[in-house]
T-cell receptor, first 111, second 111 residues
Framework: NAGVTQTPKFRVLKTGQSMTLLCAQD?????MYWYRQDPGMGLRLIHY???????AKGEVPDGYNVSRLKKQNFLLGLESAAPSQTSVYFC??????????FGPGTRLTVL | SQQGEEDPQALSIQEGENATMNCSYK?????LQWYRQNSGRGLVHLIL?????REKHSGRLRVTLDTSKKSSSLLITASRAADTASYFC???????????FGSGTQLTVLP
């Protein structure tokens, strides 16, 4: 199993551009999450999903949208990127147990 | 806002010594988890302790939980250079297995 994969690994955007980050998991997990991690800080939850076709807001949802059209994929979109969205983005998934499995991260820079 | 606060922010020890990290949180929880993050990588789950447990062991890891003080500690015994990483506590207290992360402890184990 590949576990949780994220695409792309790195991206540089200009202010106002849009992009989509893709998260895929092959473990048949129900729950999926998007976090951001800023320097010297822990992870903050952006959005999450409790199953195919569902999404919900986390702690810092503004400026982001998500979709979960297929159980194995969770997409994070930035409609109009801002420098404040420069961060490392992590996707995670979870089965019925409590622990989460994390992807390797996407490093995004917004100029 | 982050639920957990970790102490110390950074810790440097010699190989073979024990490392202790502490985590404090603010609200009631279902469980508390510890994760490790190697530089430039995603988070890896280490251990979970439920709110009705006081102590748990896994290999060289020992976790304690004091719900009356809203605090937890992670002890790594006989540390190795490979233990060098950031360690995060995360609390789960709501629905959908949402985790709230602390700001982390950077552990450096010197050979």
């Amino acid at each position: 199993n590949a576990g949780v994969t994220q695409t792309p690994k790195f991206r540089v955007l200009k202010t106002g551009q849009s992009m989509t980050l893709l998260c895929a998991q092959d473990m048949n997990h129900e729950y999926m999450y998007w976090y951001r991690q800023d320097p010297g800080m822990g992870l903050r939850l952006i959005h999450y999903s409790v199953g195919e076709g569902t999404t919900a807001k986390g702690e810092v949802p503004d400026g982001y949208n998500v979709s979960r059209l297929k159980k194995q994929n969770f997409l994070l979109g930035l409609e109009s990127a801002a420098p404040s969205q420069t961060s490392v983005y992590f996707c995670a998934s979870s089965p019925t147990e409590d622990k989460q499995y994390f992807g390797p991260g996407t490093r995004l820079t917004v100029l | 806002s982050q639920q957990g606060e970790e102490d110390p922010q950074a810790l440097s020890i010699q190989e073979g010594e024990n490392a202790t990290m502490n985590c404090s949180y603010k609200t009631s929880i279902n469980n508390l988890q510890w994760y490790r993050q190697n530089s430039g990588r995603g988070l890896v789950h280490l251990i979970l302790i439920r709110s009705n447990e006081r102590e748990k062991h896994s290999g060289r890891l020992r976790v304690t939980l004091d719900t009356s003080k809203k605090s937890s500690s992670l002890l790594i015994t006989a540390s190795r250079a490979a233990d060098t990483a950031s360690y995060f506590c995360a609390t789960e207290g709501g629905s959908a297995r949402q985790l709230t992360f602390g700001s982390g402890t950077q552990l450096t184990v010197l050979p």
